[in-house]
Nanobody, 124 residues
């Protein structure tokens, strides 16, 4: 059974930083891309970032480019999302997702497994 567990969310002031982690179990982590998505209250889930299976290729939404960085440690079966210069509009529940292939993607239907989500709140 594939399980994804996010951690690291919380409350931070505008301009602050947070680092999200997502630990994966139940599959060969290093073979698959990983992604981060978020959903704000009253809005649809949106793509944030994705990383290839080996970690050499990252893909970001325009809204977070230059502020967020995703990385992975295949020895620890863990993917990370470093979030800097946070803004109130970054407030959302953040989800990590495990891809169906080794290539990163912004499409949610290219991800077959999802975590429960972690709340990120940025105060103004």
């Amino acid at each position: 059974q594939v399980q994804l567990a996010e951690s690291g969310g919380g409350l931070v002031q505008t301009g602050g930083s947070l680092r999200l982690s997502c630990a994966v179990s139940g599959r060969t982590f290093s073979m698959y891309a990983m992604g981060w998505f978020r959903q704000a209250p009253g809005k649809e889930r949106e793509f944030v970032a994705s990383i290839s299976s080996a970690g050499g290729w990252q893909y970001y939404a325009d809204s977070v480019k230059g502020r967020f960085t995703t990385s992975r440690d295949n020895a620890k079966n863990t993917v990370y999302l470093q979030m800097n210069s946070l803004k109130p509009e970054d407030t959302a529940v953040y989800y990590c997702a495990a891809g169906r292939s080794s290539s990163p993607s912004s499409r949610s239907d290219n991800f077959g497994y999802w975590g429960q989500g972690t709340q990120v709140t940025v105060s103004s």
